[in-house]
Each structure stands twice: as structure tokens, then as C-alpha cells.
């Protein structure tokens, strides 16, 4: 059963370009959620997707956005890129139950270097 | 809202010695806690979690961690460490009852064991 997978791995951009991420969940998952780790910080939530609509979003600016497929994989776009978008993109898939808890499970992350 | 404080960037702990993480969280309503690790070049990987009942927790590894609610904190504990035990540990809080279920992390503390 493979767990979360993240591609490509690493990816390096010059200011101003745009950048799409892939995520595919864990089987049996329907939701993903995508968070930013800063070198040296914690990760930071960006953005959930469930059922192809972006369900909650954290405080990233509207460069940022994604889109999810009815197999319930993930993109994540930025656009205009800035230096300070440098980061490990982490991307964790979930399976929404009734219950309020439902465990994310984390990929390896894309490591993103913006020249 | 939500944050979380990790109290210690960096923990140096000698090989065999017992180490203790800390972390104290601030949130208006009840959430549920978690620690997770992240070794080098890796994605998070979950440590423990607490969602109701027994205030201990046990993980993998070794680990366990105690939720003091008077003192909104969820420290983390080990009894004796392994120099495998080398990684960066996230303290992390989501809001009890959202159906978002983002997780909010603390800036993490990085564990170096000497031996």
C-alpha cells in the first residue's frame, strides 16, 4: 500500500516563474491538505481540498492556489514567484469521516528553491 | 486561533540520558495534540496524539508525553535516547470538532544526541 507520494522532489526557479506541485494521497484517502515548512520553521497550512473544492485556507496570498482531481490527487500553483517561497512544500492526505478526527498522513515533501 | 510554543530550538542530550521536549499551546477552543518527528530529508511522521481519556500518552519509539490542560501544555519525554532519536521534533494542536482538521505546528525543537 504506498503511502503519500510528492513529485518532483526538488525543483529549482528563478523569481517570477510559476511552479505546480503533484501530490497523490494514500489509497482510500479523499482529502488533502498542503502546508509550507520554511528552512528552520514548522510547517505552515496553506490550503485543504476535499471533494475538488477548496475547503479551508490559511493565511497565504491568492498566488497560491490548487486544484484537486476526481481521483483525489492534488496540484498546488504558485504563481510570481518570490525568494521567499523557498520552502518544503509537504502535502498529507486524509480520509473524512464522521468523526471529528482524521489523521493526516505526510509525504516526503518537494523541496522548492527559488533563484 | 491557534498557536504553539516550543519552548527549546535545540535540546543536546547525551546517548542513553532521558531528554523532555517542551511545549505549551494557546487555543479558544478545546483541541487535540500531537508530536510529530521528522528526520532528515524526510516528511513528518506521526509520534503520539492525545484526543481524550488517559492524560499520558504513549507513542512509538519510547516516547510519551503528558497534557497538562490547567497548564496548556503537551510535553514530550523519553527515558533514554538513541542516537536514531536525532531529528526535529514538531509540537502540533487542531481544533477539536472542524471538519477542516488543519493541524497548526510549533517552529519545532531540533534533538542531538552525543554519545
Known amino acids: 500500500d504506498a503511502g503519500v507520494t510528492q513529485s518532483p522532489t526538488h525543483l529549482i526557479k528563478t523569481r517570477g516563474q510559476q511552479v505546480t506541485l503533484r501530490c497523490s494521497p494514500k489509497?482510500?484517502?479523499?482529502?488533502v491538505s498542503w502546508y509550507q515548512q520554511a528552512l528552520g520553521q514548522g510547517p505552515q497550512f496553506i490550503f485543504q481540498?476535499?471533494?475538488?473544492?477548496?475547503?479551508q485556507r490559511g493565511n497565504f496570498p491568492d498566488r497560491f492556489s490548487g486544484h484537486q482531481f476526481p481521483n483525489y490527487s492534488s496540484e498546488l500553483n504558485v504563481n510570481a514567484l518570490l525568494l521567499g517561497d523557498s520552502a518544503l512544500y509537504l502535502c498529507?492526505?486524509?480520509?473524512?469521516?464522521?468523526?471529528?478526527?482524521?489523521?493526516?498522513?505526510f509525504g516526503p515533501g518537494t523541496r522548492l528553491t527559488v533563484l | 486561533a491557534q498557536s504553539v510554543t516550543q519552548l527549546d530550538s535545540q535540546v543536546p542530550v547525551f546517548e542513553e540520558a532521558p531528554v523532555e521536549l517542551r511545549c505549551n499551546y494557546s487555543?479558544?477552543?478545546?483541541?487535540?495534540l500531537f508530536w510529530y518527528v521528522q528526520y532528515p530529508n524526510q516528511g513528518l511522521q506521526l509520534l503520539l496524539k492525545?484526543?481524550?481519556?488517559?492524560?499520558l500518552v504513549k507513542g512509538i519509539n519510547g516516547f510519551e508525553a503528558e497534557f497538562n490542560k490547567s497548564q496548556t501544555s503537551f510535553h514530550l519525554r523519553k527515558p533514554s535516547v538513541h542516537i536514531s532519536d536525532t531529528a526535529e521534533y514538531f509540537c502540533?494542536?487542531?481544533?477539536?470538532?472542524?471538519?477542516?482538521?488543519?493541524?497548526?505546528f510549533g517552529s519545532g525543537t531540533r534533538l542531538s544526541i552525543r554519545p
Open positions: 498529507a492526505s486524509s480520509l473524512r469521516l464522521a468523526s471529528s478526527y482524521n489523521e493526516q498522513f
Open positions: 502540533a494542536v487542531s481544533p477539536l470538532y472542524s471538519s477542516a482538521s488543519k493541524i497548526i
Open positions: 489509497s482510500g484517502h479523499d482529502t
Open positions: 481540498y476535499y471533494e475538488e473544492e477548496e475547503r
Open positions: 487555543s479558544s477552543v478545546s483541541v487535540y
Open positions: 492525545y484526543l481524550s481519556g488517559s492524560t
